[in-house]
Structure formats: C-alpha cells, structure tokens
C-alpha cells in the first residue's frame, strides 16, 4: 500500500529497530506489529558545497522486490534467525553502529533510513486515528502455514539451506543477487555459504530425516524461492517433484503446497508491483506453470483480503 504522506525520519522513529551503516550502505530493521522488515540503502551526501553525491542503489526491480518480502517471510519460518534475536530486544531500543566508511552527517544517515523504509513502506499504513504504523494487509493461507509451524531444528534449517542452494546452481551459476539472499538468511544453524557450496547434493536419506512438521514447510519454501525468478522449467519442476518423493510426501499434497507457492508468489507480485493487469497476471502465472484462471482467482482473493 502506497502512503500518500510525506514519509520523514521522525514519523518512522517509533518503528526503527536497528540502524546499521557498512561502508556507504544503511541496513535498516523496522518493527511493526511484531513483524520484523528489513532494507537497505545506500547514503547519499548532501552538500552544497561539493555538489558531490553518491548515487542511491538502483531502483528494486520487482524480482528483487519479490525476494526481499519472500525473505522476511523465510526468516519467519526459520524461527526468526538474527532478525528474531534483534525483535526479542527490551522494548524498541535502535540499535546503531558503522563499520567503516565516510563520516557522514546525522540527515545523511537519516536521510538513507527513509530511502530504505520507501523501499518496503507498500507493507505499512499510517493509522491517523492512533498514530501508529500498521502492516498494510493480511497474511496469506502460505503465510499462515509458515508462521503455524515454523523450523525450529538446526537440522530441518540447515536442510531447506541446502536445498535452496542446490536449485539456485541448477543453472550452472550462482548470480550476486542469489548470493545475497543466501548471505542473508545463512545463521550458524544453517553454516556458512561456502561451506555450503562445498556439501553434496541432498540425499533420499537426508531429505527423509526432515521433520515430520518441517517436510511441508521446506517443500513449499523451496517452491516460493524458485517461482520468484519468475521462471519454472521443467528440470526445477522434477527436482521438486523428486524432493517431494524424498520426503514421502504424496502426490496430493506436494500439488496442494505447490499451489500454494503459486497462489502466494502471485500476491507477492501483486503487492510489491502495485497493480498487474489480467494480461500481466497471466502472463506470470504461464511463466510459474499456474493456471490462468486460477492465477487470476487468487488476485480476486487477495483483493478482497485487503477489503
């Protein structure tokens, strides 16, 4: 949801949990709700004097967009991770610090925990009435299953870590983006990402060892993962189809939490781009292997969610 408000740093300081600056990028945490978000930007200096400024970072594409929502969701469900430990603090003390990088001024930095909190704000509304930021929509069914029964084993975690892994090189190659997203979700559960790149493939046996509880939640996480790319050929559709037969899992409900992927990467795309035509909608939904109508149905619903 769009905030026609002007957005400055004293309206968001209630909600800002951490402020982190590492070299000229400020990674923010903001709490709402309960629900830990996170965002970056880079800071850009503000002199007169100079006329010098540091390009902020390329606009998210939605992709992008997609994965840093998909992101809050997995840290969620892996029982919170470094953001949970964070969201655990006293009340909602900031926690500041700089690594390296120029002396920025106060409004420099300032200036860039606005830009960061502009880049997730379609997640939040402003309540006039009680002055208060609220999150801007309801959860979805996989985002209810995720939050019902999140990864609690190092084990299961560190399994769904691997697994995410062996999908993302299944092209051949691992991009900066897919690095990045690794780097933010590894923990000491999960172990570092070039230990990981070291690990064989995922066994029958290891992908059996998964919890009972954790099976669904790994499965369908790895489908969100793969549908946010935007792309389901079909040697990732029989890698999850051979995961979902690792894990005992039949062929009704490794469908059933498939479409649940689906009905969820659909909504993400519609919230994080703004609005898709049907035409954009079905678009999507051929790329991710969903049915059209079904795709346009869960827009309907997602709709009325908002309502």
């Known amino acids: 949801m769009e905030n026609e408000m002007e957005i400055t740093y004293d309206l968001i300081k209630p909600i800002i949990l951490e402020e982190k600056l590492d070299g000229s990028t400020m990674n923010c945490k903001f709490k709402v709700e309960g629900e830990v978000f996170e965002s970056k930007y880079s800071v850009k200096i503000d ?23 998909l992101m809050r969701v997995i840290r ?102 897919e690095k990045e997203f690794f780097n933010e979700f590894l923990d000491e559960d999960t172990g570092t ?34 549908f946010t790319d935007r792309s389901f050929d079909e040697s990732e559709k029989n890698k999850l189809f051979e995961v979902a037969l690792h894990m005992n899992m039949n062929d009704k409900t490794r469908d059933s939490l498939l479409k649940l992927a689906q009905d969820y990467t659909i909504e993400t795309a519609i919230q994080t781009s703004g609005k898709m035509s049907r035409e954009e909608i079905y678009t999507f939904a051929d790329k991710i292997g969903m049915d059209k109508s079904e795709a346009e149905r869960v827009q309907i619903k997602y709709e009325k969610r908002q309502d």
Do not use: H
């Not at 002199?47 to 929502?69: E, P």
């Not at 790149?197 to 059996?208: C, G, T």
């Open 193 to 226: 990402f070039p230990e990981l790149m070291r690990a064989a493939s995922l066994s029958k046996v290891e992908l059996e060892e998964v919890t009972r509880e954790g099976k669904e939640n790994v499965f369908m996480i790895a489908c969100a993962v793969t």
């Open 76 to 177: 969620s469900a892996v029982g919170g991770g470094i953001a949970g430990n964070t969201a655990a603090m006293v009340g909602n003390e900031v926690v500041r610090s700089q690594t390296s990088g120029a002396n920025y001024s106060a409004k420099d930095k300032q200036d860039a925990v606005v830009d960061a909190f502009e880049r997730i704000s379609f997640n939040f509304y402003f309540d006039q009435e009680i002055k208060e930021w609220k999150i801007a929509r309801r959860l979805s069914e996989f985002e209810r299953r995720l939050k019902a029964n999140p990864l609690t084993t190092p084990y299961d975690k560190k399994t769904l870590a691997r697994l995410l892994l062996e999908l993302a090189k299944a092209d051949g190659s691992i991009s900066p983006e």
């Open 47 to 69: 002199s007169k004097d100079t006329g010098n400024k540091i390009q902020g970072m390329v606009k998210l594409n939605l992709v992008s967009r997609m994965r840093s929502t």
